[in-house]
């Protein structure tokens, strides 16, 4: 059975199929106003498929042929001009969640903005909001999970709990550390990230750091932990 084609068009999207995708819009322009199964519209869809180029075409025809992004792909997108003109229009869209269980403040996190996130806590973003869905996670893992360094060091200065536990009991610092990302493990552990804490599989940083071959996150945790920091 042939697919249909708002599914067809977000599998190209998925898979990268540049011809495909150019092809069904060049024959239904209409699919750039549609929406993925979980609620995503086409360019929001290729960024988490990681597909990069696909995204830039998807957004410059959007742009090209007027089709405004929601809260939300306003926030993957980085647009600062379109976030804060829809805060201006609705301020409580910084508290909204998207089809798929994220705020708009996890998915600034995650593809890192730092402006847009400052703007969104300044008008009232919660952040230690946990997404409605199976990570049941807060802006500050979304951040570390992007490897986002200086969206964190908002999300601390707006209070974020360094030590906040998403599902599975991992920390920003089991991510970090699992990254090899030394810089983020210094700004984790600078702002009270314990080194000590346990994910549900009994897994801590440093167990992280060993595995993966991170040395100089190990050195990090070892000299935080020996009091020299």
Known sequence: MTAPPIQEFFQAIR??????????LAADPALLQAKSENGADPFTAAKFSRQERLASMLLEEMSRRGVELDMFGA????????VAHL?????????????????????????GNARVGKLLLEHGADVHARSRNAMDNQPIHAAAAGRKADVI??????GADANARQHAGWTPLHAASQN?????VRLLMAHGADAGVRAANNQSAMDLALTGGRQDVVDILDEYETGRH
Do not use: K, Q
């Open 153 to 158: 060091a908002i999300l601390l200065e707006y």
């Open 87 to 111: 805060l201006d229009a609705d301020r409580t869209s910084a508290s909204a969640y998207s089809p798929d269980g994220w705020t708009p403040l996890h998915l600034t996190a995650f593809f």
């Open 15 to 24: 898979s990268g199929d540049e011809g495909a995708v150019g092809s069904m």
């Open 75 to 82: 926030c993957v997108a980085g647009d600062e001009r379109r």
């Open 180 to 184: 090899g990302d030394s810089n983020l």
